[in-house]
């Protein structure tokens, strides 16, 4: 049995929308860059085909774009643009900074609406993963849904953190099918059909990045005191520890930096009986926090 929010009654789980492929180089900046030249209410009228011509995409694809412009908080259902979208058409359209990856992945794997990834990151356990073991898991916690849907969709979820390979075992020009393969948080292992979610320290990942994850988390986790203990920034479903795959001294070297960084928004202390815990020491401006990622990154306008 789980506990939290995919325990709840009224949770229906979902495995479909993306038309079986993960989002795809330059899918978010042909729909960024549509927005920035036709706005979001000329986009939102065009027909199917008229967005197949614009983003030269079969249906499917193009149906795949949107939704996962959605799902990554880029748009709404009519194309309006999000503060974060608005965000990454004006610092990084391209995904060229590794940053908007993690933060892509955060939005994703944080979205209880996208249950395979929520689930994988916020519940399992283990290392070592395969598609089957996924599955199965889903289904003996929803055995109403589909297996034929649910098998696509863990399919879907591995092709989006690891490179594929053609019929031949092969890699090929199609084999960085989606940019957070750059990521590294999933990989093959020497077994076949088995995969290892990387939990340790993530280099690349930026206190920058850190802070705008535990700022949405604080957002929806903040009790009236204003304090989260240590142990429900590493435990709790939706934690950044969660999404990002970080084990208990790499959660205390972010907090730590945090706390050391000139904005005094969270304080590192110890709780009665010694227990850590953050405060959150003032109101949270998240867009400005998210800003903060492209500090040092030239204002750039998409072509």
Not at 40 to 47: G, L
Not at 171 to 192: A, G, V
Request: proline share 3%; with cysteine; charged share 25%.
């Amino acid at each position: 049995m789980i506990k939290g929010k995919l325990a709840e009654n009224n949770y229906k789980p979902r495995f479909s929308g993306h038309e079986t492929f993960p989002f795809r180089y330059l899918w978010i900046s042909k729909l960024l860059i549509s927005i920035q030249n036709h706005g979001s209410e000329n986009v939102n009228k065009m027909s199917l085909m008229d967005l197949m011509v614009l983003w030269g995409c079969g249906a499917n694809m193009t149906k795949s774009i949107k939704h996962w412009c959605i799902a990554l908080d880029i748009i709404d259902h009519k194309y309006n643009l999000s503060e974060f979208g608005q965000l990454l058409l004006e610092k990084d359209p391209y995904l060229e900074d590794q940053q908007t990856l993690w933060l892509l992945h955060w939005k994703i794997a944080s979205n209880i609406n996208f249950t395979t990834w929520f689930y994988v990151f916020n519940y399992m356990q283990v290392s070592k993963i395969n598609k089957s073991d996924i599955v199965n898991e889903l289904i003996s916690l929803w055995p109403k849904s589909s297996r034929n849907t649910i098998e696509r969709d863990v399919d879907v979820f591995i092709r989006t953190y690891t490179l594929s390979l053609n019929k031949k075992g092969q890699m090929s020009e199609d084999s960085l099918e989606c940019p957070l393969s750059e990521l590294n948080l999933i990989n093959p292992t020497s077994q076949k059909g088995f995969y290892e979610i990387q939990r340790g320290a993530k280099p690349s990942l930026t206190p920058q990045v850190f802070k705008y994850a535990l700022a949405e988390f604080c957002i929806s986790n903040l009790n009236t005191s204003r304090l989260i203990s240590f142990d429900n920034l590493l435990y709790s479903e939706s934690s950044p520890a969660k999404i990002f795959c970080l084990p208990e001294f790499a959660l205390s070297e972010y907090l730590e930096h945090l706390e050391n960084d000139g904005d005094d928004i969270f304080k590192f202390t110890d709780g009665v009986g010694g227990l850590k815990q953050i405060e959150v020491t003032k109101d949270i401006d998240l867009i400005n926090i998210a800003k903060l990622i492209y500090k040092n990154k030239g204002h750039r306008k998409a072509a």
